[in-house]
């Protein structure tokens, strides 16, 4: 399960940012990044290219990108996020970080791809929120230029986080997971208490709320459209059964007149 931070409610991760990686350390990013070459490289976006990681949190893949050799901007809304990506970027290698909202980001000319990932669309509470993000993506893409992107399912949504509770540990860190799921709204809200564990043995709590949207498959389909892409492909995870698929990855090309 991946974590972000609450995008309604202005979340800056003071809080999580010290513990996300942590949290997330089952992700094979080296691999992970890999794969995305692999697939820009078949839909035209050459080595070397322009990249903007959107929503980039502490960095973990925007590194990887850069060191495959691609030009990576990493834009977050978190100063937090931010200063741990900074920190993790080895010498030598040459990353924009923007600390901006997804919702309202200004680049400083255009891109050939732009990744957005650990399901950060799902925090765009609104339609409005969303198509301004997919606009603004479309905006700062060269003409041909690939957007990949991926969210929670309705799946995941109704059947794994629900009104359900998680316990996960990880190097120190305990973190208490409450899910409270509103069907009304299609949204789930996720209270979370972390405790790490300090040298002399002791614990620090801290306390998180975030919130995401459910989106369906018609709307992330239709508002793609209405802001200029062409969707080339929907995919899931081949391990899972059809019907409880628990992501989605959307690849869109960008169509400018």
Known sequence: MNLKSDREAGGQYTALARFYDALNSEIDYPAWALRLQDSLRRLGVPDGALLLDLACGT??????????????????????MLNIARERTPPGQDILWLCQDMRSFELYGTVGAVICTLDSVNYLLSEKDLKSCFSLVHNYLDP?????????????????????????????IFCGWSNDWNEKTRRCTFYLTMFSEQPDGSYIREDERQVERCWEMRTFRRLLKSSGFELLSVETDPNEPEGAETRWTFTARCVKA
């Open 144 to 172: 041909g230029g690939i957007f990949i992107f991926d969210a929670n399912t309705p799946y995941k949504f109704e059947n794994i986080y629900a009104d359900n509770d998680f316990l996960l540990e990880a190097d120190g």
């Open 59 to 80: 960095g973990a893949l925007t590194v990887e990108l850069a060191a495959l050799g691609y030009d990576m901007t990493g834009c977050d809304i978190s100063p937090d």
